[in-house]
């Protein structure tokens, strides 16, 4: 009797013993089969992740063909003001001519008429055949549109290949899963197998949640529109019209909220005719690009500018140093460095950096100087608007005055002594030779002294000379090739400023 209620009692256990394996068992099925589900749908999305970004790199090839475009637009930008230049110097020397013919004897008439004659071959040559300023910038359209296709390109090959990644992660976890599962088939019911079983159905459900979030939307591609917009903007910019410009640009970003590029450029036209208003508005659109994009060097210094203009110093200080440290060698960069030492009156550490500023430009070509020089006199009209302190404001941009005059007079940024040197300019235009005619009349000069004219258009040096003081300097009479406009022209001695003066030349 006892042996027939021991049989009993083992079988009802072997019963209560199988219900739960069976339970384990198919669970374990039903993970099994959504481990191999997610597995293989994930390897096949990031196939079809590959098979696109594939595309997408051949398509962005096309970069380099339209970098090429661009190198020969500049090179023919280049060839525009060489040959403007080469037509207005051809001008003046006919000018010259001529008034030497007047006076000339018959013996010296040949070889005047001669030389004449090659100047006048010379404006004919670079009359013709050249692009106009305005065909110049829109031929920029085509190419613009070409490379930021192919950049956009590349942005969603980077995209796809991302997701394609994310996919194989995704069936990876898969197969940790079954891993999972094939553990818990293994082990005996005393050893709790159930916790693998749980961890398995976590990973299978993180990765189906996973897989549909990464290929719910495909990677975002720019609209034709908001292309097209960009390119009219480009054009703007290149035709000097940053009004037309920001409103291309506006429009670009309304259709295309994520268009990095789009934004970048509007925010430089908002700085290209900058008050503490568009200085606003520039800063919102550089930080815009910052949440697309990761941070450049170009972008964090145009937005250590614009908060400098704007009374943003503490973060302009903040962008201006992560500027320097991606472009250390920018001097640019390190003319905002200075420029927002300046705004925060502090007046040893901006003239330190100024002085820094002077000599590393002092051994750049002397077209890279003048070219910085003519930034910082914009720089310094945009922070007279700003409201910046005058009296550090006027000594910190004077020492880059003087250093541009004194480079030009000495080969040195160091100006020298001018004593009690005093000098006076009259200018008028020759209409004919297209020349400005000046008399610089001196006194208190001593001999080694320097004499430097220099002729901005605006912020623009048009034109310069440097005269060497010697036993009877005065009066100078000489003449610089300008065009019709409205001019500041400043008179140096040994770099130290000794007058300025404003004229307009019109015909």
Not at 103 to 121: F, I
Not at 335 to 363: N, P, Q
Not at 485 to 501: D, L, W
């Amino acid at each position: 009797m006892d042996a027939i209620e021991d049989a009993a009692h083992g079988l009802e256990g072997a019963r209560e013993a199988a219900a739960p394996m069976a339970v384990r068992r198919a669970a374990s099925v039903l993970i099994a089969v959504a481990a191999l589900l997610a597995a293989g749908a994930g390897y096949l999305a990031a196939r079809a992740n590959w098979e696109v970004a594939v595309e997408e790199r051949s398509r962005a090839l096309s970069t380099a063909a339209a970098q090429r475009e661009l190198h020969h637009l500049s090179l023919e930008a280049a060839e525009l003001t060489e040959s403007n230049t080469l037509s207005t110097e051809a001008l003046v020397r006919i000018g010259a001519v001529e008034d030497r013919l007047a006076a000339a004897g018959p013996a010296e008439r040949t070889g005047l008429r001669r030389r004449m004659g090659h100047w006048r071959t010379v404006a004919d040559r670079t009359s013709q055949g050249t692009l106009s300023p305005e065909s110049l910038a829109r031929g920029y359209g085509p190419v613009v549109a070409a490379q930021q296709e192919a950049a956009a390109h590349a942005h969603l090959a980077e995209e796809w290949t991302a997701r394609e990644n994310a996919n194989l992660g995704i069936a990876g976890l898969a197969a940790v899963a079954g891993l999972l599962v094939g553990t818990a088939l293994s082990m005996p019911a005393a050893r709790g197998p159930a916790r693998f079983l749980v961890i398995a159905g976590l990973v299978v459900a993180f990765g189906a949640t996973r897989l549909v979030y990464v290929n719910a939307d495909d990677p975002h591609g720019l609209p034709a529109e908001a292309l097209a917009a960009y390119v009219e903007g480009t054009v703007a910019q290149q035709l000097g019209d940053p009004a037309s410009a920001v409103e291309s640009f506006v429009k670009a970003v309304e259709i295309d909220s994520e268009y990095a590029a789009a934004w970048q450029s509007l925010g430089d036209s908002y700085l290209a005719d900058v008050d503490a208003r568009t200085a606003g508005w520039a800063t919102e659109a550089y930080e815009r690009v910052l949440e697309l994009e990761h941070p450049t060097g170009t972008v964090l210094n145009n937005l250590a500018y614009a908060g400098l203009l704007s009374g943003r110093t503490d973060a302009a200080a903040e962008h201006a140093a992560a500027a320097q440290e991606l472009l250390p060698g920018d001097l640019r960069v390190a003319a905002t460095v200075a420029e927002v030492l300046v705004a925060r009156g502090e007046r040893r550490a901006a003239l330190t950096a100024a002085d820094r500023l002077i000599a590393r430009v002092a051994e750049e070509s002397a077209s890279l100087r003048e070219e910085l020089f003519s930034a910082l006199r914009r720089d310094e009209l945009d922070l007279t608007a700003a409201g910046v302190q005058p009296a550090l404001r006027d000594e910190f941009f004077a020492r880059f005055r003087r250093a541009a005059a004194t480079l030009e007079a000495f080969g040195s940024p160091a100006p020298r002594d001018a004593g009690d040197a005093t000098v006076a300019v009259e200018t008028a235009y020759d209409r004919n030779s297209l020349r400005m005619t000046y008399a610089l009349t001196c006194d208190g000069v001593r001999p080694e002294d320097r004499i430097g004219i220099r002729v901005y258009a605006r912020t623009e040096l048009v034109a310069s000379a440097a005269y060497r003081v010697t036993k009877r300097p005065c009066p100078i009479r000489d003449a610089l090739p300008v065009d019709p406009g409205t001019y500041t022209i400043e008179v140096y001695v040994n770099g130290n400023r000794a007058g300025s003066m404003q004229e307009a030349f019109r015909f």
